[in-house]
């Protein structure tokens, strides 16, 4: 398995700011997923970064909105751009596990986000 | 749109008594994992399976893929407080894209 940490672990912002969430893994990893999640509710994919490409976005995310970076194996950033309070939520990124051939998936400890 | 439906969305039940949770869609998929979350965390791998019909046994958890890959099963034998929490099944899409659908959630409670 992987070990991810995210900073920050939360904040509070004000609306018309933006936030960068960091992520970093203590192994190199082809796939990164930044997902947004509601309290106690399940997980919505925002986009897919792989080192060296452009992030794919799912439906109703853009990269205007949610720019990304991957600069290499073990890190991610995630920005959360002209925050409004409808984007308090919590970020999660994940990884793929180790090259196993079986897909699965393991998880930093989330950003816990609120917009004032 | 893949979609995975988790049934019942809450639960509450007494520690000792067994529970199973439901993960379904119209959508084959080529792998399909189980988490549990709890508060102020990310969510934590418990079992990924691949074969259809497969089962796995994690001490008291037994999961279960369909024959078909479309649906699996979490049962918990004589559940306890520590098993509180949110479970989320994951499927991963079978072909064209390269993502996790997640399931739509159940939140557990046991009571001492």
């Known amino acids: 398995s992987a070990v991810i940490s995210q900073k920050p672990s939360r904040d509070i912002c004000q609306r018309g700011t933006s936030l960068t969430i960091q992520c970093q893994v203590d192994?190199?990893?082809?796939?990164m997923f930044w997902y947004r999640q509601q309290p106690g509710q399940s997980l919505t994919l925002i986009a897919t970064a792989n080192q060296g490409s452009e992030a794919t976005y799912e439906s109703g995310f853009v990269i205007d909105k949610f720019p990304i970076s991957r600069p290499n194996l073990t890190f991610s950033t995630l920005t959360v751009s002209n925050m409004s309070p409808e984007d308090s939520s919590i970020y999660l990124c994940s990884v793929d596990g180790p090259g196993t051939g079986i897909y699965e998936q393991y998880f930093g400890p989330g950003t816990r986000l609120t917009v004032t | 749109t893949q979609l995975l439906e988790q049934s019942p969305q809450f639960l509450s039940i007494q520690e000792g008594e067994n529970l199973t949770v439901y993960c379904n869609s119209s959508s084959v998929f080529s792998s399909l994992q189980w988490y549990r979350q709890e508060p102020g965390e990310g969510p934590v791998l418990l079992v990924t399976v691949v074969t259809g019909g497969e089962v796995k046994k994690l001490k008291r958890l037994t999961f279960q893929f369909g024959d078909a890959r479309k649906d699996s099963s979490l049962h918990i034998t004589a559940a306890q407080p520590g098993d509180t929490g949110l479970y989320l099944c994951?499927?991963?899409?079978?072909?064209?894209?390269?993502?996790?659908?997640f399931g739509t959630g159940t939140r557990l409670k046991v009571l001492a």
């Open positions: 994951a499927g991963y899409a079978a072909s064209g894209t390269y993502k996790y659908i």
């Open positions: 192994s190199q990893v082809t796939m």
